[in-house]
């Protein structure tokens, strides 16, 4: 495979949005049982309806350990959904697999950011995780798409939502963190945002949704619906830990200038819940020194704004909650050409993020 020492602004690439033709979307097979209850059966069963979800309207691949295959193949049952063998760590290939790039020419490129566990040794979730820092080299390798690698600069897409058209929203709660870039102060993280991903514009808000482990991850918060067109994970509660959060975010992104010049129209998204582990889910998690303890006193960082866009769809999770109702409302109108399908959140939420965060699109070749 090649792997290239330029960068993809310089070679002409950018970062599309998401909204934009997929010729795929990528998922890992859920297994560790340090993180996942009951040796991960109930996360299989609903990242099996996340998969089979996704393939009604283009092809997933999802990578499978070689002791899980057969399992997996068994469970996604579905012509749209190809498996293929690789080690992981975990599950989370928004964060561990490459941020794809593409050029008018219709090529598409990878980025292989480097992944230290959502902060290494200070704050990370789980050790080792070489394994997960290898995934977008192997999937850009099965693709046979070039690589940028950023060695020593740590990223996970579930960090940064583009707009395709120049700009990019992400938190400080997460760039800024010590534990991710501590060598490298603000200008620079932004530098290797414009190099790898071609934008102009950096949006940043404050602070990502209250408990998220990844350290306030933007697609549990923030994301675009089009270019100019935000959805903002909100609560008008001000006894809720989220208010100051939304609050902070509602005035950077109301002051906010995109790179075309347009000021953001915003729209909220209600949060539910409070939801919470039961005591029972917890139990089922195995204790290992080093991985993230479950507890039902911490507060889940539901939200419903952790979808993905695929071809003529939205999938997004449900959480049982009241609220599911009005959050399919609300993206059935943000979203008039999509078919918005709701999948059951839950399972994935008690492992620590969402739909968007167990799934990675793969830009379709396109010429412009
Ligand atoms: O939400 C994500 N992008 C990743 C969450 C990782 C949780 C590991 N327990």
Known sequence: MTTLNSTPRADGFRMPAEWEPHSQTWMVWPQRPDNWRLGGKPAQAAFSAVAKAIAEFEPVTVCVSAEQYENARARLDHPAIRLVEISTDDAWVRDTGPTFV???????????????AWGGFDGGLYFPWQRDDQVAR???????????????FVLEGGSIHVDGEGT????????????RNPQLGRAEIEQMLRDHLAVDTVIWLPDGLFNDETDGHVDNFCCYVRPGEVLLAWTDDPQDPNYARCQAAMQVLAAARDARGRQLIVHKMPIPGPLHASEEECAGVDLVAGSQERSPEVRLAGSYVNFLIVNGGIIAPSFDDPLDEQARTILQALFPEHRVVMVPGREILLGGGNIHCITQQQPAPQRR
Do not use: H, M, P, Q
């Open 168 to 179: 990019l929203i992400t938190t400080e709660e997460c760039l800024l963190n010590r534990n």
């Open 102 to 116: 593409s050029n008018a020419l219709g090529e598409v490129r990878g980025v292989d950011w480097a992944f230290n």
């Open 138 to 152: 192997k999937i850009l390798e099965i693709e046979r798409c070039a690589r940028y690698r950023t060695d020593g």
